[in-house]
């Protein structure tokens, strides 16, 4: 054991100059396992070693207070081969660069990047290229299917449909309701690209806001109601979309809904006591009218205590709330001392 661990620590150290992928460290770490643990007769029938690295047994160094017979034997199992490896869940967010059909199949060490089938160089153009993983496939493993790519959608903003395999559609059918795309985290600039996604961010920033002044009050349970015409995770954070919730806003099915939310929870709140309790009125101009957070092209709030006012009445440096809360402070120390 120690001779292997030396051996592999040696050759870790010869290659620590060469940049290289988990992957190519574990293809490097069985190589070298290989080396030291399997018998030359092995080593020399290439059909033995692919048997025996199927399944390797490894006994486990047992302390003495465990009998022989109550060592435990671990079993591992290789996926693959040390050319080949099927392909893993995995969301990619960006969009596969484009290179060249016989690079990417010779990098595939000709096989298919799907089951490991080897391909003569000469059948290279009937291998099917998949769009999400960037391999090619043999026409087993893909039957010519499209999916939108999300990749394509995130930095593009194109939601058309590109051929990928079995697996690919698979996963991408798996994933294509679920909230798992943070717009502000995977694609920064995609609101600036996208005005129908500008749009809708608008109006989920107001709904964010209105429900939270609707749910403390006993009267919009029917308004809240309502509410459940769009996906929890769009009201509850912003900026969390699934594919499905982008292609809807995309075809504007999401800006119409919400739309029509907003409308409904401000006929609302124009009428319920309640609600217009909970309400501000601008300190700069004094108007009787109660204005509320949400309305966003009209009010703004103060960054520090987040008091409400009208736009063009707001001045940063003279906020009046701001003023009684540190004229409050001021009297408390002075009374403290």
Not at 23 to 49: G, Y
Not at 74 to 101: C, S
Not at 210 to 225: A, E, P
Request: proline share 4%; aromatic share 10%; charged share 25%.
């Amino acid at each position: 054991m120690h001779k292997f661990q030396n051996c592999f620590i040696c050759s870790c150290l010869r290659s620590s100059r060469m940049q290289c992928s988990a992957e190519d460290l574990a293809h490097h770490l069985v190589a070298e396992f290989r080396k030291q643990w399997f018998p030359s007769e092995l080593l020399q029938n290439p059909d033995n070693l692919n048997s025996a690295l199927q399944e390797v047994s490894v006994p486990v160094m047992a302390d003495d207070r465990i009998s022989l017979t109550e060592e435990i034997v671990q079993k591992t199992r290789m996926r693959g081969t040390l050319t080949w490896a099927p392909p893993t869940f995995q969301i990619i967010f960006f969009v596969q660069p484009t290179n060249r059909r016989s690079d990417v199949i010779a990098s595939q060490h000709f096989l298919c990047a799907g089951c490991g089938t080897k391909i003569e160089p000469r059948y290279m153009k009937k291998l099917r290229y998949c769009d999400y993983l960037g391999r090619y496939f043999c026409d087993g493993c893909h039957g010519g299917l499209e999916s939108v790519i999300p990749g394509r959608v995130l930095n593009n903003w194109d939601f058309a449909r590109y051929p990928v395999c079995h697996f690919s559609r698979q996963l991408l059918d798996s994933i294509w309701q679920q909230p798992l795309f943070k717009l502000t985290s995977v694609a920064k600039n995609l609101y600036s690209q996208a005005k129908e996604l500008q749009r809708f961010r608008e109006l989920q920033e107001q709904l964010v806001s209105i429900k939270k002044l609707l749910s403390t009050c006993r009267l919009s349970d029917g308004v809240l109601d309502e509410f459940e015409q769009l996906p929890a995770h769009l009201i509850q954070e912003l900026h969390l979309f699934s594919m499905h919730d982008l292609i809807r806003v995309k075809k504007g099915q999401l800006c119409t809904i919400a739309k029509a939310l907003v409308q409904s929870a401000v006929t609302h709140i124009d009428i319920c006591e309640l609600c217009q309790a909970k309400g501000f009125i601008c300190e700069f101009c004094h108007s009787e009218e109660v204005i509320f957070p949400f309305q966003r092209d009209t009010c703004t709030r103060c960054q520090d205590c987040r008091a409400c006012f009208h736009i063009s009445c707001f001045r940063d440096e003279s906020c009046p709330k701001c003023a009684r809360l540190q004229k409050r402070k001021k009297l408390q120390e002075d009374i403290n001392l």
